[in-house]
């Protein structure tokens, strides 16, 4: 499915990235150890600059801690699947099933990529979504891009995390090339989508086996 | 764009296997070369049987001379691309360019599939349709099926031929795995694709650059 559970009816949850720094203590008591954490990670090899960081060549916005990056192999056990489980039914995956799937996307270069936010305190993934790059004939032999699985955990909403993976994977459909990026959504998050400079185009059609 | 360009308002143009058969002559002249044309290349090979012929493992109907097929790089000279200009604005595009991304294509192996019916009579692609598999995480790492620029030629509405475009798309998603089968059309086509097994899900949103 597209873009089905997002920010609706909920609390905001400011991360203060200075206060992180200065008592990781009580962050690695209260969650998951701290050399774990992206954010530790940030802090330790210095590159927050301007409130944002690069990491294997994307620039990703981190200006509350919560940044945007590729998935990771290590995501699995960082509540990936579970998040998507939010958006779509979605069973445990072992290990080597998780691998084997990142393998075959990861083979597909910019054409397929998937975004995570991690929270910087809990260390989990909050908020994710994928984009595939399709090449057409037409329009001169165009790409387009196709959002889908855009999803925010339900208690990170309110964030703008939303926002923050859709730009994201607009801006990546940009910079492979395409002249569009569609996706399809219930009607209730036309709003949100229009928010992020999508208009409603036309209708979806599905069939199931 | 989804599947935009089909039938309707369209008058049916039969066309009679044995008459293409038992006078050759008259469509070489009327036509392209028949040496050129596929339901030569059928009665020649004489693997028709049953109204169905089978090419490359792939089960084609043919009760009409109307065959599915895959996409070969001779279509460039069929009216391929010309034929994808009444569905969505396309240039021309010249034998490498249609080359390479043809190549980019097949190099998807079954993630990717671009069906076409070539008119037995004029040898020229009168329908196509394509398909890509997007693999997932959710669902146990499942596959759905995206359904793509379906578009009939405007003087061969009315045959089905976007019936057996879409069937023949729907197979192929079954084939490799998929549990279901998405599309995006105008709200004019939904009936269309209902007939064809489909049902109505969200709304499409669209972002240009």
Redesign the interface.
């Known amino acids: 499915?597209?873009s089905e559970a997002l920010l609706t009816n909920a609390i905001p949850k400011p991360q203060n990235i200075e206060n992180v720094a200065a008592d990781s203590s009580q962050i690695s008591e209260n969650g998951p150890p701290i050399q774990n954490c992206i954010m530790h990670q940030l802090i330790v090899q210095g590159n927050i600059q301007n409130g944002h960081h690069i990491e294997n060549g994307s620039l990703h916005e981190n200006a509350d801690g919560f940044s945007v990056r590729r998935l990771q192999l290590s995501d699995h056990k960082k509540g990936?699947?579970e998040l998507?489980?939010q958006?779509?039914?979605?069973?445990p995956?072992s290990q080597e099933?998780?691998q084997?799937?990142f393998a075959?996307?990861v083979s597909m270069g910019p054409d397929h990529h998937i975004c995570v936010i991690e929270d910087p305190v809990s260390c989990q993934v909050v908020a994710t979504g994928s984009i595939?790059i399709?090449?057409?004939?037409?329009?001169?032999?165009s790409k387009v891009g196709?959002i889908?699985?855009v999803v925010v955990d339900k208690g990170a909403r309110g964030l703008r995390l939303g926002h923050r993976v859709v730009k994201h994977l607009?801006d990546h459909?940009?910079a492979t090339g395409?002249?569009?990026?569609?996706?399809?959504?219930?009607?209730e998050l036309?709003e949100f989508?229009?928010k992020?400079?999508?208009?409603?185009?036309?209708?979806?059609?599905?069939?199931?086996?």
């Open positions: 499915m597209g990936f699947v998507l489980g958006l779509s039914p979605t069973r995956l099933e998780f084997e799937r075959e996307l595939f399709e090449r057409k004939f037409i329009r001169g032999c196709h889908e699985d607009v459909a940009k395409c002249y569009k990026v569609v996706l399809y959504c219930k009607p036309r989508y229009q992020c400079g999508f208009m409603e185009k036309n209708v979806q059609m599905a069939f199931y086996f």
